[in-house]
């Protein structure tokens, strides 16, 4: 496996293992042991970079992760994430970025993750009512103890990043970044170069419409977080296969898969970018590792970006209230 360098120095594999889905997002899964064998299957393929938070779950996300990683902890590097109110309900209940919150959000998280240290802290949402500058500051305090690595943010608007790397470097940003929901080029992509911050896009298939598998007539299960997503809707899917459809022509063209061509893309963008798909299924985390071998010209790149720019994706991304939470 290929590596990529986060900020300041984080080394981490070019490809990154999402771990949400095997908690949330998606309805019912494999078990917990063979969640543990895939995680672990991911190391053997030469994945060191996994991603978690605690309010997958809640927190068993964060346990599963810690039990996976415990035997191989010195080969990995974990990120995580603060900010939210949890309370009795799966669903946060809102954003929470107290410095004496996060201080007790990752004493919590290491005893999950089973570690001394989080090698990747990120704010997971900002919080309208706590200024940047004083989350930085925290972090950079528990930087100072030797608790956490590195300082990341997700869905955080430029100015916000600018504010908080000034108090502490960032090291990466996390952002959802495909083909079909492109808005961190405007100005987030532009900051990380100007800054020298490593970026880590979630849902980097598209919470697996760019693999090509999902059509309008696709039925997800109960507890499946696309069935209220905007961009899930029928019609919206049947308008949507138009980016699989290009991404379908040049894996046609490649030999490869649809998944591995939206990765690649991702890849040839930056140097410092770093996808983090998930999957419940090893076939498809050995497809999603595989991008890493495909070389897309200046050509191929040219030509997907002109045939994307002829398309209009349907349909936002969360509903409303969830877009809310975002800081973009």
């Known amino acids: 496996m290929r590596t990529r360098t986060l900020g300041n120095g984080l080394q981490v594999s070019a490809i990154g293992y999402g ?12 078990d917990r042991a063979a969640n543990i064998a895939l995680l672990r299957a991911a190391i ?22 810690g039990e996976a990683l415990e035997p191989l902890r010195d080969q990995v590097v974990i990120a995580t994430k603060f900010g939210f109110t ?18 007790e959000v990752v004493e919590a998280s290491l005893r ?4 001394d240290r989080i090698d990747l802290l990120y704010q997971h949402r900002v919080d309208p009512g706590v200024p940047i500058e004083e989350v930085a500051g925290a972090v950079r305090e528990l930087i100072a103890a030797g608790k956490v690595k590195h300082f990341g943010m997700s869905e955080a608007a430029a ?6 790397h000034a108090v502490q470097p960032v090291t990466a940003l996390q952002y959802e970044y495909s083909l079909w929901w492109r808005r961190p080029e405007a100005d987030i992509l532009p900051l990380a170069a100007e800054l020298g911050i490593g970026f880590v896009p979630f849902s980097p298939l598209g919470r697996g ?11 997800f299960t109960e507890g499946d977080m696309r069935n209220s997503l905007p961009r899930f809707g029928a019609e919206a899917r ?10 379908r022509r040049k894996a046609a063209d490649k030999g490869r898969t649809t998944a591995q061509i939206a990765l690649a893309w991702l890849l040839a963008q930056q140097p410092w970018i770093v996808p983090i798909p998930g999957t419940r299924r090893l076939e498809r985390l050995e497809e999603n590792l ?15 970006d002109e045939a994307a720019s002829k398309i209009e994706i349907q349909g936002e991304r969360y509903s409303e209230q969830a877009e809310r939470m975002t800081n973009l």
Request: net charge negative.
């Open 19 to 30: 771990a949400m889905g095997m908690s949330q997002g998606y309805g019912p899964g494999p």
């Open 238 to 247: 049947e308008a949507n296969q138009a980016v699989v459809d290009l991404l």
């Open 44 to 65: 053997e393929r030469g994945v060191t970079f996994f991603d978690t938070a605690e309010v997958y779950g809640p927190y068993v996300n964060e346990e599963l992760v």
């Open 159 to 164: 100015a916000t990043v600018r504010r908080a």
């Open 290 to 304: 595989g991008s890493t071998e495909v070389e897309l010209t200046a050509d191929d790149l040219r030509e997907i």
């Open 112 to 115: 999950r993750l089973r570690t």
């Open 209 to 219: 419409f760019l693999t090509g598998t999902i059509t309008q007539e696709t039925a």
């Open 86 to 103: 949890i309370g009795g309900s799966v669903q946060p209940r809102g954003v929470d970025s107290r410095p004496e919150h996060i201080r």
